[in-house]
T-cell receptor, first 115, second 113 residues
Framework: EAGVTQSPTHLIKTRGQQVTLRCSPISGHTSVYWYQQALGLGLQFLLWYDEGEERNRGNFPPRFSGRQFPNYSSELNVNALELEDSALYLC??????????????FGSGTQLSVL | QKEVEQNSGPLSVPEGAIASLNCTYSDRGSQSFFWYRQYSGKSPELIMSIYSNGDKEDGRFTAQLNKASQYVSLLIRDSQPSDSATYLCAVDAGGTSYGKLTFGQGTILTVHP
């Protein structure tokens, strides 16, 4: 069974540009989460989607947005890129919300570099 | 105060020893607790979950949870060089933020032959 898949694996952008990252969850999982892992900062919660709806978001500016499609895949969009957006962006999926004891499984991530 | 705190290490243990990793959390409403292992340049991999007070064993790994003291720990018995990685403690945000897992900064473990 395929795990969480993310694309692309690497991206290089310049300040002010826009980027779209993609994620396909494990088959049967309806919840998709996005996390940012910047150097030295640990994993920071970005967004949670479930059944096509945004259920929760972390402490990030509105230029970070996303959506979940009917097949439960998801996109993360980042507008007006800034240098500090350089990070590993991890997508994860679960059967349901982690508060209900569901386990979170991560994809391999997209490494974004902003120059 | 950080929501989830871990000793950053690095923690260095000899092969065959027990490695002990600790984590404290601030939200008393948290119900789900996880340990992830992250090798350098790789994504986090779930190795243990625990939801009730006490110990939970899985092979060489034992997770311990004490909700009254708000700490969770991970013991790795018979440590192997392949266990060298960053170990991340993750805690659900409880009533403060549904669906969110909060991660600690991670403890770097090095197992030397």
């Amino acid at each position: 069974e395929a795990g969480v898949t993310q694309s692309p694996t690497h991206l290089i952008k310049t300040r002010g540009q826009q980027v779209t990252l993609r994620c396909s969850p494990i088959s049967g999982h309806t919840s998709v989460y996005w996390y940012q892992q910047a150097l030295g900062l640990g994993l920071q919660f970005l967004l949670w989607y479930d059944e096509g709806e945004e259920r929760n978001r972390g402490n990030f500016p509105p230029r970070f947005s996303g959506r979940q499609f009917p097949n439960y895949s998801s996109e993360l969009n980042v507008n007006a890129l800034e240098l500090e957006d350089s990070a590993l962006y991890l997508c994860a999926s679960s059967l349901g919300a982690v508060n209900t004891r569901e386990k979170l499984f991560f994809g391999s991530g997209t490494q974004l570099s902003v120059l | 105060q950080k929501e989830v705190e871990q000793n950053s290490g690095p923690l260095s243990v000899p092969e065959g020893a027990i490695a002990s990793l600790n984590c404290t959390y601030s939200d008393r409403g948290s119900q789900s607790f996880f340990w992830y292992r992250q090798y350098s340049g790789k994504s986090p991999e779930l190795i243990m979950s625990i939801y009730s007070n006490g110990d939970k064993e899985d092979g060489r790994f034992t997770a311990q949870l004490n909700k009254a003291s708000q700490y969770v720990s991970l013991l790795i018995r018979d440590s192997q060089p392949s266990d060298s990685a960053t170990y991340l403690c993750a805690v659900d945000a409880g009533g403060t933020s549904y669906g969110k897992l909060t991660f600690g900064q991670g403890t770097i473990l090095t197992v030397h032959p």
